[in-house]
């Protein structure tokens, strides 16, 4: 059985820090591109980072970059999305979804084209 499972969301200050956690079961985790997504309250599911297989090449939306890291351990089944400096527009539920789809970025952001997705973690900012 196919499983992604999200952990670590929660309520933080403007300013403040939360690592999210998706480990992975049922499908080979190192053949798949991990990716991010969120959605914020009224808008729609939207990618926000994603990583290749083996983990060099990594691709973050211009309002995530340089404050939110993207990783993954393969030994370990987990892709992580490290986020510093949260502020309030950062409030959603982060999902994580798995694609053979090999580009990162753009051309790989529509939902279609992953195959697997967790069941999301709500990550909530206070001003």
């Known amino acids: 059985q196919v499983q992604l499972v999200e952990s670590g969301g929660g309520l933080v200050q403007a300013g403040g820090s939360l690592r999210l956690s998706c480990t992975a079961s049922?499908?080979?985790?190192?053949?798949?591109?991990m990716a991010w997504f969120r959605q914020r309250p009224g808008k729609a599911r939207s990618l926000i980072s994603s990583i290749n297989w083996s983990g060099p090449n990594t691709w973050y939306v211009d309002s995530v970059k340089g404050r939110f890291t993207i990783s993954r351990d393969n030994a370990k089944n987990t892709v992580y999305l490290q986020m510093n400096n949260l502020n309030p527009d950062d409030t959603a539920v982060y999902y994580c979804?798995?694609?053979?789809?090999?580009?990162?970025?753009?051309?790989?952001?529509?939902?279609?084209?992953?195959?697997?997705w967790g069941q999301g973690t709500q990550v909530t900012v206070s001003s």
């Open positions: 979804a798995a694609t053979t789809f090999s580009a990162l970025g753009p051309q790989a952001a529509h939902f279609s084209l992953y195959k697997y």
């Open positions: 049922g499908f080979t985790f190192s053949r798949y591109v």
